[in-house]
């Protein structure tokens, strides 16, 4: 790790520590280590056995997420397969299921599972939020936002913004 992302993972400890919970916002330029960072402090705090840890992420980063944990920390994660209902372990291994239900029980201590199924409300989505994790990580944060726009619904939480505001309740760090 370069000392700017050791110092997010003290930073991750210190906030721990001091306050018994850790909610932090990660925002930098592109390429210069977010991924790590956060994969870093998730790897710490299930070392630290504060629970499971759920990377929510868009459809096209979950594999990055999962090749980065392996090859730069040496951490084995799964990824969900939304289509297939199944866990896809690092060597791309398909571990069974016996469907919707077990997104909440995740082979590894950390499980990658797309944003995008939380967009829409369904089995897997309220499977996840009836599990207590002990880190959540949201990668691409800026689409967890207010509708916006004009009209009676301009301040209602996207689906993504109510799952997270849910989750946090639910979740130590």
């Known amino acids: 790790l370069q000392p700017w992302q050791r110092s997010f993972v003290t930073l991750f400890l210190e906030h721990r520590e001091t306050y018994g919970k850790v909610r932090l916002l990660l925002a930098d330029e592109v390429g210069v280590g977010k991924t790590l960072s956060l994969a870093a402090s998730a790897m710490v705090a299930t070392l630290l056995d504060d629970g499971p840890v759920l990377i929510l992420c868009p459809s096209t980063l979950t594999l990055q997420w999962q090749v980065e944990l392996a090859d730069k920390?040496?951490?084995?994660?799964?990824?969900?397969?939304?289509?297939?209902?199944?866990?896809?372990?690092?060597?791309?291994?398909?571990?069974?299921?016996?469907?919707?239900?077990?997104?909440?029980?995740?082979?590894?201590?950390?499980?990658?599972?797309?944003?995008?199924?939380?967009?829409?409300?369904?089995?897997?989505?309220?499977?996840?939020?009836?599990?207590?994790?002990?880190?959540?990580?949201?990668?691409?944060?800026?689409?967890?936002?207010?509708?916006?726009?004009?009209?009676?619904?301009?301040?209602?939480?996207?689906?993504?913004?109510?799952?997270?505001?849910?989750?946090?309740?639910?979740?130590?760090?």
């Open 73 to 173: 920390l040496g951490i084995p994660s799964a990824v969900w397969s939304s289509t297939k209902k199944v866990w896809i372990d690092p060597k791309g291994h398909v571990i069974k299921t016996r469907g919707p239900e077990d997104i909440a029980r995740c082979p590894f201590r950390i499980a990658i599972v797309s944003t995008g199924l939380i967009f829409q409300s369904s089995e897997e989505r309220r499977h996840l939020l009836e599990r207590r994790y002990g880190t959540l990580v949201l990668d691409e944060a800026h689409k967890a936002r207010r509708r916006g726009g004009l009209g009676a619904q301009k301040q209602e939480a996207n689906n993504l913004l109510d799952f997270m505001m849910r989750a946090a309740h639910r979740t130590r760090h």
